[in-house]
């Protein structure tokens, strides 16, 4: 496979940090061709805005969907965008590894999702869901929580974790054509003894050998229909 790991938080020594060096230690040896966007330490802007364009559609008024149909057409998105572009559409498997803060992705990753996956590129044209540019990919969320696990159960106190992630799994991976794989969740490390996150550890090392014989969750990405 050709993995690309986007990884997002400020703190390098993190657990989340942690998740991304698995992965690449568990994957590389596997035959796997792993790359790695480490957003913080690239000093990914997370705004969207004319930085993204090396030239305008419209000088006069700033329409992002416009501008990127006219980048998409001209190949003329700033280095920062088009690299990322690039690793995306060159890999077929894609990880975010992230810490979930506020029930979401951090600003530095959304901010990503809002520059790379750019209209013309990466959807548009009826390109989306099961017709979406990115498919045959696969994708899959590696994530920490500052809450325990039964906090996001059905019924918890923060709420049916399906839930939450599903402007995540449908709204950006399963939108642009990828199938999305069952995420890798650590509930509260920084709450676990020693033992306990290198049991983690060990459980993503698992998940990551059987990766390629992982199920999708299909189109309903874990959300059964009301």
Not at 184 to 190: D, E, K
């Given at each position: ?125 009826g390109r989306i869901y099961a017709t979406g540019a990115l498919k045959g ?51 509260g490390p920084a709450r676990m003894s020693d033992e306990e996150r290198a ?28």
């Amino acid at each position: 496979m050709k993995v690309l790991i986007v990884h997002a938080h400020p703190e390098p020594r993190s657990f989340v940090g942690a998740l991304r060096d698995v992965a690449v230690e568990e994957l590389t040896p596997l035959g796997h061709e792993v790359r790695v966007s480490d957003l913080h330490a690239i000093g990914f802007r997370a705004d969207t805005g004319r930085h993204d364009f090396l030239e305008a559609a419209d000088a006069g008024y700033l329409k992002p969907q416009r501008e990127q149909m006219h980048a998409s057409e001209r190949g003329t998105f700033a280095p920062d965008v088009g690299a990322e572009i690039e690793r995306l559409l060159w890999a077929d498997t894609v990880l975010w590894t992230f810490p979930l803060w506020w029930f979401s992705l951090p600003a530095i990753l959304k901010g990503w999702v809002d520059r790379v996956f750019v209209m013309g590129t990466i959807y548009g044209g009826g390109r989306i869901y099961a017709t979406g540019a990115l498919k045959g990919r696969r994708a899959m969320l590696a994530f920490t929580t500052g809450g325990p696990a039964a906090s996001y159960a059905p019924g918890g106190f923060n709420g049916d974790l399906n839930l939450l992630l599903y402007p995540i799994h449908h709204g950006m991976l399963w939108f642009t054509g990828m199938e999305v794989l069952p995420p890798f969740v650590v509930y509260g490390p920084a709450r676990m003894s020693d033992e306990e996150r290198a049991a983690a550890l060990d459980a993503w090392r698992e998940r990551l050998r059987g990766i390629e014989r992982l199920a999708p969750l299909g189109p309903d990405c874990g959300v059964p229909a009301a």
